[in-house]
């Protein structure tokens, strides 16, 4: 049987996300390009697996924000607020519902453009444009949220930090995303990444948040 998606090779492999099976080469080529893998595919697993084992340096020109520095021990103090960031991105991603899954682009998208907001602000002045693709700008509001909420709980406590301060925060897990993603349009392994740090935790706060929100 020729491969559904050339029409010229013989189909070899099944593809979860097609139903049927695909040629080993539109596999490797259409792969969270015009296929929309599962993450417990076997071939997309396969595939990270070997990315991981053969990374590739970031070119310069594609490190994000390459002025900001990070500083190790600030990256330390706020090591938590970090945890807060990605399990955000992650009960984001699984109360976004089925059909608008999010993707690594569109959370990179979001972490830009509040990186972007606290840059200005940085500045004194405040201004701010959330991205415009759906998911993408849903994700900035739930982040920004995230961060006034930790701020305002930990000024309460008597640990004030200022808002110069979140740049390298937004900064540092961008730069993590630009390194795990594989960078095609529809990859999931910055998410993936994510997920594993927070096994099982996020998925209950997701169905608690499903419940208590219409």
Known sequence: MACPICEKRKAGRFCPAKGEKICAVCCGTEREVTIDCPWDCGYLLAARRYEQDHPKPVPPEEVPFPDVELRQDLIHEHRVTLSGLGATILIY??????????????????????AETYRTLG???????????????????????????TQKLD????????????????????????????????????????????????????????????
Request: glycine residues 8%; aromatic residues 8%.
């Open 93 to 114: 991603a699984a109360n976004v519902g089925r059909g608008n899954e999010l993707v690594d682009r569109q959370a990179m998208a979001a972490l830009t453009a509040l």
């Open 123 to 149: 500045s004194g002045i405040y201004y701010e444009k959330p991205p415009d693709e759906p998911e993408a700008r849903g994700l900035y509001g739930k982040l920004a949220e995230f961060v006034q909420k």
């Open 155 to 214: 000024a309460q406590e008597g640990r004030p930090w200022k808002d110069a301060q979140v740049l390298p925060l937004l900064v540092f897990l961008l730069r993590v995303a630009r390194a795990r993603t594989s960078g095609r349009p529809r990859s999931r392994a910055f998410l993936d990444f994510l997920r594993a740090q927070f096994p099982g935790s996020v998925e209950k706060e997701a169905e608690r948040s499903r419940i208590i929100v219409p």
